[in-house]
């Protein structure tokens, strides 16, 4: 039974920090590409960003400089680094788990449950 365990979520304040976790079980971690994606309420899902095993990126335009998506496929954990928080970030984050290479949020195989993050002004 495949697993993903989103945790790093929380408050912060406007211009802050927070590191987001995914440990990944029941699959070959360094065989799948991982992604995050979030959902802020009334809104779909998009796309952040994406590693792939050898550690190859894409950022969407509008997180490039801010987010930084990284594994460790030892510990079966992909993880995102979020800095300069902005109000508009808040939204519940969720990773997931690709076989292709894809951007898209129907081509994910497997996804967590969330993690809300809310940023304050």
């Known amino acids: 039974q495949v697993q993903l365990v989103e945790s790093g979520g929380g408050l912060v304040q406007a211009g802050g920090s927070l590191r987001l976790s995914c440990a990944a079980s029941g699959l070959t971690f360094s065989g799948y590409h991982m992604g995050w994606f979030r959902q802020a309420p009334g809104k779909e899902r998009e796309f952040l960003t994406a590693i792939n095993w050898r550690g190859g990126n894409a950022y969407a335009k509008f997180v490039k400089g801010r987010f930084t998506i990284s594994r460790d496929n030892a510990k079966n954990t992909v993880y995102l680094q979020m800095n300069s928080l902005k109000p508009e970030d808040t939204a519940v984050y969720y990773c997931?788990?690709?076989?292709?290479?894809?951007?898209?949020?129907?081509?994910?195989?497997?996804w967590g449950q969330g993690t809300q993050v809310t940023v304050s002004s």
């Open positions: 997931a788990a690709a076989g292709m290479w894809t951007v898209r949020v129907d081509e994910y195989d497997y």
